[in-house]
């Protein structure tokens, strides 16, 4: 929309239903996650549509998001498989290949969220209860000690982490926000 004359700029088709959308760091490109296999890569400054992927293993996407230093993208699916890819290779290969796949969660994912400092991603599922995993994405290893067992938290519908990286906050379909320390980051 322009914030002039208040009026769409753009339409873009896609073959599929759009799922869930992220914008580039750098504003350049607008990637929509369907509620298929693609990902639709669209060009901010062309105006057009610049590559559509195949989400490698997913059946019907849920969610995308992009690391704040613009080096990775991670996709979530409704069958509970994350993706992380560089975010380079996703902007022009068909078929990007996927430097971690995690099935940790096997049920929808409905949020996806990377840290301040692109070092955490932090995914989550609303269809089973303490649902949510914490990844360290330079090394792709699922946190073991998150959450804690026996620690009820609900059904958890979104993750986001503070804009220092200091908390975690966790919404859930019951209604709260839990909100967790990251000691790692001394800012809030």
Do not use: W
């Not at 753009?10 to 073959?15: C, D, E, P, S, V």
């Not at 509970?80 to 049920?107: A, C, H, M, R, W």
């Not at 989550?124 to 303490?130: E, I, P, Q, R, W």
């Amino acid at each position: 929309m322009s914030a002039k004359s208040k009026e769409v700029l753009q339409t873009i088709q896609l073959r599929y239903p759009c799922q869930s959308l992220a914008f580039t760091p750098d504003s350049r490109y607008l990637l929509c996650h369907s509620n298929d296999t693609e990902v639709t890569v669209f060009s901010l400054e062309q105006k057009r549509i610049v590559n559509v992927f195949q989400d490698d293993g997913c059946v019907n996407g849920s969610c995308i998001a992009i690391c704040p230093n613009g080096q990775f993208v991670a996709t979530g699916s409704r069958q509970g498989v994350v993706n992380i890819y560089p975010l380079d290779e996703t902007l022009s290969q068909k078929q990007p290949v996927p430097l971690k796949t995690i099935n940790n969660l096997t049920t929808y994912i409905d949020s996806l969220s990377f840290n301040v400092t692109s070092e955490l991603l932090a995914i989550a599922s609303s269809t089973v209860k303490n649902a949510v995993k914490l990844i360290h994405v330079k090394s792709a290893t699922v946190f073991r000690n998150f959450p804690l067992p026996m620690t009820n938290m609900g059904h958890i519908t979104t993750v986001e982490f503070s804009p220092s990286g200091g908390y975690l906050a966790l919404g859930t379909k019951e209604s709260t926000v839990l909100l967790f320390r990251v000691k790692h980051y001394p800012n809030y």
